[in-house]
């Protein structure tokens, strides 16, 4: 099963998870404060133009 990074909406604590891809989309608990509001993080550190925008691009 992939790894996935999920963020908690209660106390923006971040913590990373196996998980089925279909369960992927499901709230997690999270491991600091125990409510079910772990959600799966957007990546941030992955750009869609990893050598920057096309030049020209707009
Ligand atoms: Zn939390």
């Known amino acids: 099963m992939p790894l996935y990074e999920y963020v908690c909406g209660q ?8 998980s089925a891809l279909a ?4 709230k997690r608990e999270c491991p600091k404060c125990h409510k079910l509001t772990g959600e ?3 990546s941030t550190n992955s750009s869609i ?3 920057g925008e ?4 707009g």
């Open 54 to 57: 096309p030049a020209g691009f």
């Open 11 to 18: 106390c923006d604590f971040k913590f990373e998870t196996l």
């Open 40 to 42: 799966r993080a957007l």
């Open 49 to 51: 133009w990893p050598l």
């Open 23 to 26: 369960d992927a989309h499901k």
